[in-house]
């Protein structure tokens, strides 16, 4: 982890790029987003001229964002366990080789509509499983306090392709065809494997063994389902999603049928909706600092409703690309915001999973509302179908009253490290357990209240690391004492949770032993569980004080 300094960089927008292998990996991500937007206008305009319906052509948006709600939990489970460059390597590589394959397949003219859609799919595959490992980077290659803006530019990058690589997209498919558009995307994606294969980053050694793939998922979602703030980001996300996409999903049909263009109408309107991205992406960190993250977020919800609106009754290309500028530059404020506040409240050891299931959450909601107003574009137009999502924009920004998102706050999520391992008495093996953990405090009379209070927030943080069965117990023969007790299925699995604990975490710690008003620290006793034929046996082990 790369330590983090308060200093002038912290509120420079452009500070991430004094970070070399940060400009590297962004310029040559640059050049791989430019291919797949070539890609994608090739693959749209292509469903529209070989589809025998709208619902076919809206299904192209679907098969883009498919992928990441199906596969995006195993990928961040995948990068939390292994070498994040080498995954990256293996996702850009195979996507490299299903391009080749879409390019030689439309050269031979076998491409039909549903063969399109499984090699997008696929391809979008390789992002699912790239895109978990990439954003997890980012913390690793800047400070914590550049996170917000090395997300902003990387937003920035991706909206600076789009902004005119759609247009040259459909230059490339109106004078040389979609292969020609396919083909180019194949290459794009050569720089920035050889960065990846250059790239040598400082990756800490765990002296504890790798996670199975089921238990580091697991931890991944309980770790989401314990941490409601972050509970409030997906539902927001999902909503946006679910709304926002039909504008994306539809626009192929509103260039051809509204405004009655062609494959160079549709790529400079996905340019104008880029152009708007790079504004958004441009004065977001600023909006972050002028506005709450609530205010931020209805604000999108409110823009892109009128981008959509606007898309539905306008007849001029000019006049819906005006209104792409709202949206794009209301899309990258939302998406990157949500992104921000998932990386900034959560820690290094269970980030790619928590960043997995928020993009499962948006971009499945982005695939279920490409499903769902496709189904409506087809039985009713476009136009109504647009209108309609315009509606739904309007209802998600509205789930703010129940949901209000949190203030971003910068927490200090890196690991305590305090915790060592007490020697035992008994010769454990790893995977020896379960482990039985009974913590016991003196509290005053009249410190109970408080206590109470915090011991409930301490018994969401056990939970939420691993613990299991967590109990707060009252002695009722001596009510000053009061015993906090959990179980770990293993003896790895007690190391594994106390490892995980952060220095924001261990503030309650101290709170809670500032509490404690016996003459000794707080006794800690910890217990392996052994089958007997009379019952369940427990053998004692004491250590030294946990945090």
Request: positive net charge.
């Amino acid at each position: 982890m790369i330590d983090e300094k308060p200093d002038s960089e912290s509120v420079s927008a452009l500070a991430p790029f004094r970070h070399g292998i940060f400009r590297a990996v962004w310029g040559a991500s640059l050049v791989s987003n430019f291919g797949g937007l070539i890609q994608g206008v090739g693959a749209a305009w292509m469903m529209t001229t070989i589809a025998t319906s709208p619902y076919q052509v809206a299904l192209v948006q679907a098969s883009t964002t498919l992928p990441i709600m199906l596969f995006a939990l195993v990928a961040g489970a995948i990068a939390d366990s292994f070498d994040r460059r080498k995954v990256m390597l293996v996702a850009q590589t195979f996507m490299l080789v299903v391009s080749v394959f879409l390019t030689l397949f439309t050269y031979s003219g076998l491409i039909t509509p549903w063969t399109l859609l499984a090699f997008t799919f696929l391809i979008d595959s390789g992002t699912a499983l790239n895109n978990p490992s990439w954003q997890a980077s980012v913390g690793d290659i800047v400070p914590r306090n550049k996170v917000p803006a090395a997300v902003a530019l990387n937003s920035l990058g991706f909206n600076l392709t789009r902004s005119v690589g759609p247009a040259i997209g459909g230059i490339i498919v109106a004078a040389a065809g979609a292969a020609a558009a396919f083909a180019a995307n194949a290459v794009s994606y050569i720089g920035l494997i050889v960065v990846l294969a250059r790239w040598k980053p400082d990756v800490p050694v765990s002296t504890l063994p790798r996670e199975s793939l089921g238990a580091a998922m697991g931890a991944g979602l309980r770790y989401v389902a314990m941490s409601p703030n972050i509970g409030k980001v997906l539902v927001r996300g999902a909503a946006f999603g679910f709304s926002a996409g039909a504008v994306l999903a539809l626009l192929p049909l509103v260039a051809r049928d509204v405004v009655k263009g062609d494959a160079l109408t549709y790529g400079i309107m996905l340019g104008a909706f880029g152009i708007g991205a790079v504004g958004g992406a441009l004065i977001s960190v600023r909006l972050r600092q002028l506005l709450s993250s609530e205010t931020m977020v209805r604000c999108a919800f409110a823009g892109f409703a009128v981008c959509a609106f606007n898309a539905a009754v306008s007849q001029h290309a000019w006049q819906t690309s005006l209104g792409l500028l709202v949206g794009g530059a209301c899309w990258v404020i939302a998406l990157s915001h949500f992104n921000v506040t998932v990386q900034m409240a959560t820690p290094r050891w269970v980030v790619g999973r928590v960043l997995s299931v928020y993009q499962t959450a948006t971009f499945g909601g982005i695939a279920l509302g490409s499903w769902i107003w496709g189904v409506v574009a087809d039985a009713h137009g476009a136009e109504t179908a647009l209108i309609a999502a315009s509606v739904a924009m309007l209802a998600g920004g509205a789930i703010g009253l129940l949901l209000p998102l949190p203030q971003q706050q910068v927490l200090n999520l890196d690991p305590l490290n305090r915790f060592k391992e007490p020697h035992l008495a008994l010769d454990l093996k790893p995977r020896s357990g379960p482990i039985a953990i009974m913590i016991e405090y003196v509290i005053r009379h009249e410190d109970e209240p408080e206590f109470l209070a915090i011991m409930a927030e301490r018994g969401r943080i056990r939970r939420r690391d691993g613990a299991r069965n967590w109990t707060l117990a009252r002695d009722l023969e001596n009510p000053t004492i009061w015993i906090e007790h959990y179980h770990t299925p293993t003896w790895i699995e007690y190391i594994r949770h106390n490892g995980r604990i952060t220095h924001a975490d261990a503030v309650i710690g101290e709170r809670v032993r500032a509490l404690h008003s016996g003459d000794e620290p707080p006794r800690v006793r910890r217990m392996i569980e052994r089958p007997t034929t009379a019952g369940t046996a427990l053998v004692m082990a004491k250590g030294p004080i946990e945090h």
